[in-house]
């Protein structure tokens, strides 16, 4: 939340700090941790914009490219005791317009996340487990070698992105070697460069093929 906040200003920096209600921190402690066990790629009070209403706001959203997960978190007041007709139809054409986005939104509501934790936990593991399926899909009809699956292995669990001497390092090959191999895994679009214009100098996995690498 403290990195969020540094890369915040206006608006969404006053809604992280001041819309971040109780349930929204219930739904942390008692689902998201206890399904996750990390905060990775899950940002609070997400912005995004629509030709209509300009900015709104997402409870959390899991952004992982290509996928995007909306959470949204249904406190009584708000969502019920308080709400009329008008706002009750625009909430609906705000989840149908994240949908035709490309969004997968999920709804909890605070007496579930209280009184059914269990339940909401299975759901978030449920979504992720099945992007992370989708992700291993691009994988299974591709011809890989043993040593270009290990060099994918090596991109994503490396910190930062991997050099062809680090790779050659990693593989136990010649320089020549490794940037054979990672040329022929950028060509694939399962690495890409991370430096370099006519040369490329490091290179990190492709973002859609995090959770598939650690499949491999």
Same mark, same amino acid.
């Given at each position: ?19 971040h ?32 209403? *300009?900015?709104? !706001? ?7 490219p290509?996928?995007?997960? *909306?959470?949204?978190?249904?406190? !009584? ?21 994240l ?10 509501? !605070? ?18 487990g ?30 930062q ?12 090959? %010649? ?7 990672l ?15 006519k040369?490329?100098? %490091? !290179? ?13």
């Amino acid at each position: 939340m403290t990195e969020q906040m540094k890369q915040r200003s206006g608006e969404a920096l006053r809604r992280l700090k001041e819309g971040h209600a109780h349930a929204e921190k219930r739904f942390l402690e008692k689902v998201w941790w206890p399904a996750i066990g990390h905060f990775n790629h899950l940002h609070a009070e997400y912005e995004i914009y629509d030709f209509r209403n *300009g900015a709104r !706001y997402i409870d959390f959203a899991y952004v992982r490219p290509p996928y995007k997960v *909306g959470i949204e978190i249904d406190g !009584y007041g708000a969502h019920s005791r308080d709400i009329d007709r008008r706002k009750f139809a625009d909430d609906r054409f705000r989840q149908n317009e994240l949908v035709l986005d490309g969004w997968q939104v999920l709804r909890f509501s !605070y007496d579930a996340i209280e009184d059914q934790s269990k339940r909401c936990q299975q759901h978030i593991q449920q979504i992720l487990g099945k992007l992370s399926g989708k992700s291993s899909e691009l994988l299974k009809d591709l011809d890989l070698s043993m040593r270009h699956r290990e060099m994918i292995r090596i991109a994503i669990r490396a910190p930062q992105p991997i050099t062809p001497a680090e790779a050659a390092a990693k593989l136990r090959c %010649s320089d020549k070697q490794a940037r054979v191999i990672l040329k022929a895994l950028t060509d694939q679009n399962l690495l890409i460069p991370a430096s370099g214009a006519k040369r490329i100098r %490091s !290179y990190r996995v492709h973002p859609q093929l995090s959770e598939a690498a650690r499949c491999l």
